[in-house]
T-cell receptor
């Protein structure tokens, strides 16, 4: 069976500091990978998705970037965090050929102070 | 572009009562439709999905949803709610062949004993 991991689970960072959130998927190969942000009381906003190693599509231009150094690893980064980057970050995956059905990780809560 | 409306921000029901959560979408064709559930501080879990065929879809945890093309709706139902069903519920629309879904803002379900 497939599992998806995210870490850290919780992170408190000062404004202007860098960020690195990691997501890994087990039990499948060549998944499509996604990063979402969920602000309080709102739905999910798709930030990035990737259909393969080194392939990143950005949906919302902002202070964040994503990378996919390995097939089942997806990293969300920032060089300098803003207060507005606070939120709940969710990673998700879908199978190649079944891209519409997405499976979500447990999430990372980020608080920027 | 597609859109999703979940008109109820909060819904309160008594344990054992029936439940219906509303979801309306806007899209030029029939999209793929999803319902997810999110417990506090957790990721999203897929409850059910509709791609085509029978318009009444059965999901996990005793949930079902009915696709009504004429009303552009995909409402989620459960005949008898349990206290453990208290959570946030999200409806999502996903155009076929796209990597990019659109999520509603969510409905928070409160269950009274």
């Amino acid at each position: 069976s497939q599992t998806i991991h995210q870490w850290p689970a919780t992170l408190v960072q000062p404004v202007g500091s860098p960020l690195s959130l990691e997501c890994t998927v087990e039990g499948t190969s060549n998944p499509n990978l996604y990063w979402y942000r969920q602000a309080a009381g709102r739905g999910l906003q798709l930030l990035f998705y990737s259909v393969g190693i080194g392939q990143i599509s950005s949906e919302v231009p902002q202070n964040l970037s994503a990378s996919r150094p390995q097939d089942r690893q997806f990293i969300l980064s920032s060089k300098k965090l803003l207060l507005s980057d606070s939120g709940f970050y969710l990673c998700a995956w879908s199978r190649t050929g079944q891209r519409e059905t997405q499976y979500f990780g447990p999430g990372t809560r980020l608080l920027v102070l | 572009a597609q859109s999703v409306t979940q008109p109820d921000i909060h819904i309160t029901v008594s344990e054992g009562a029936s439940l219906e959560l509303r979801c309306n979408y806007s899209y030029g064709a029939t999209p793929y439709l999803f319902w997810y559930v999110q417990s506090p501080g957790q990721g999203l879990q897929l409850l059910l999905k509709y791609f085509s065929g029978d318009t009444l879809v059965q999901g996990i945890k005793g949930f079902e949803a009915e696709f009504k093309r004429s009303q552009s709706s995909f409402n989620l139902r459960k005949p008898s709610v349990h206290w453990s069903d208290a959570a946030e519920y999200f409806c999502a629309v996903h155009p076929g062949g796209s990597y990019i879904p659109t999520f509603g803002r969510g409905t928070s379900l409160i269950v009274h004993p």
